[in-house]
């Protein structure tokens, strides 16, 4: 009688990480299903348009190289 007592209040006070792990596995795929769905519904249903362009129109500069220097003979 005793027994049955002790193993009935060793399950009423689970620790919180006992009660984390129990319920981890749903959370978990609770979650990515949630995240598939809000990636799929954006993705899917947002309009992107067209890339903007953003380039800058400059007139290109002619560089000249500079001057060759001569190196005396050692």
């Known amino acids: 009688?005793?027994?049955?007592?002790?193993?009935?209040?060793?399950?009423?006070?689970?620790?919180?990480?006992?009660?984390f792990k129990r319920s981890f596995s749903s959370w978990f795929w609770g979650s990515m299903i949630t995240a598939t769905v809000a990636h799929f519904g954006f993705f899917a249903f947002l309009e992107f348009g067209e890339v903007p362009d953003v380039s800058v129109h400059v007139t290109p500069v002619a560089l000249t190289p500079p001057p060759e220097v001569p190196i005396p003979p050692p």
């Open 1 to 19: 009688m005793h027994e049955q007592a002790a193993m009935q209040r060793s399950m009423v006070n689970e620790s919180a990480n006992g009660r």
